[in-house]
Each structure stands twice: as C-alpha cells, then as structure tokens.
C-alpha cells in the first residue's frame, strides 16, 4: 500500500474516532464550491472527507501529479483557532503534507 493512502486511511479513522466524519454526502450543489476548502457549503473536516481524501484517492489511483505545494495542516490550524479539532488530526495532516511536497 502506498504510505500517502495509508495516511488517507488514518486520517478517515481519525474523523470517525473524534466524531468528525459526516456519514451524508454533501449535495452536487455543495460539493461544486468553488471556494477555498469549500468554506461556503461545508465544514472543514467535511471538505477533508468528501473533497480532499477523495481527490487525492483518485490521483494515486490515476498514477497523476499530486498537488504542490500541499499546506492543508496550516487550514487545519486555523479552523482550529474557531471549532473543535484534534491535534491527532492536525498532525497526521502534517504528516500528509509531507508525504505529498517530498513525493
């Protein structure tokens, strides 16, 4: 398995431990944002969910170019300024961020 989707894989497990996971899709209305991580239809650990995992999921899969610069643990910290978010998230965000700059 590729390091970068098991960390996908940790970071899914994680929203679920912390109670973060949104078992409802988003509508097509909600999910076609185009703002920065959505911010105008959904909440950052659904963005996380149904936009980020998922895209990611799908480059690997195409074998394509992940997106560089990739900072998302920085939009972690600061949704963490205003809502609950577990360090365990933000750092396995780092941890993502990582693995795709130094990929």
């Known amino acids: 398995m590729n390091p970068l989707d098991s960390l996908l894989n940790q970071l899914e497990a ?8 949104t078992p409802d899709r988003p509508s097509k209305e909600a999910l076609a ?7 105008d239809t959904m909440s ?3 963005w996380l ?6 895209k ?7 074998q394509g170019p992940l997106p560089r610069p990739c900072n998302i643990a ?3 910290e600061m949704y963490a300024t205003q809502a609950h978010f577990p ?5 396995l965000l780092k941890q993502i961020d990582d693995c795709i700059n130094n990929t």
């Open 44 to 46: 950052f650990p659904c």
């Open 33 to 39: 944002s185009t703002q920065p991580f959505a911010v």
């Open 49 to 54: 969910q149904y936009i980020f995992i998922e």
């Open 14 to 21: 994680a929203l679920v431990q912390h109670g973060l996971y």
């Open 87 to 91: 360090r365990e998230v933000i750092e």
């Open 74 to 76: 920085d939009m972690a």
């Open 56 to 62: 990611i999921r799908l480059v690997l899969q195409a």
